[in-house]
């Protein structure tokens, strides 16, 4: 089981980013797919999550209202448009499989794929 996050870059403040998550060995659509992302020094924090249909999303309240989290299960491909990004945004971002409950969303399995770094200048 693989799953592979790309597209980020560097990028100026106000500027915007997709990413991509691609899974190898894992159905994406049997399976609520979550953001993740860690800045230097930092925890690991949630950002944004899919509910496996598609039908459901969260967002942290860091990111609410400038990040758009779609998935694409024919392609096996979740996304995160990342609009009007922030210096604080500079992070590396991860996607892993998630669970969805009355308490929140969080990560599912005990693994991380490989991150893609996003660096936003002021």
């Known amino acids: 089981v693989q799953l592979q996050a790309s597209g980020g870059g560097l990028v100026q403040a106000g500027g915007s980013l997709r990413l991509s998550c691609v899974a190898s060995?894992?159905?994406?659509?049997?399976?609520?797919i979550g953001w993740f992302r860690q800045a230097p020094g930092k925890e690991r924090e949630g950002v944004s999550c899919i509910s496996a249909s598609g039908g459901s999303t969260y967002y942290s309240d860091s990111v609410k209202g400038r990040f758009t989290i779609s998935r694409d299960n024919a392609k096996n491909t979740v996304y995160l448009q990342m609009n009007s990004l922030k210096p604080e945004d500079t992070a590396v971002y991860y996607c892993?499989?998630?669970?969805?409950?009355?308490?929140?969303?969080?990560?599912?399995?005990?693994?991380w794929g490989q991150g893609t770094q996003v660096t936003v200048s002021s």
């Open positions: 892993a499989p998630a669970f969805i409950n009355e308490a929140g969303w969080g990560r599912l399995f005990n693994y």
């Open positions: 060995g894992l159905t994406l659509d049997y399976y609520a």
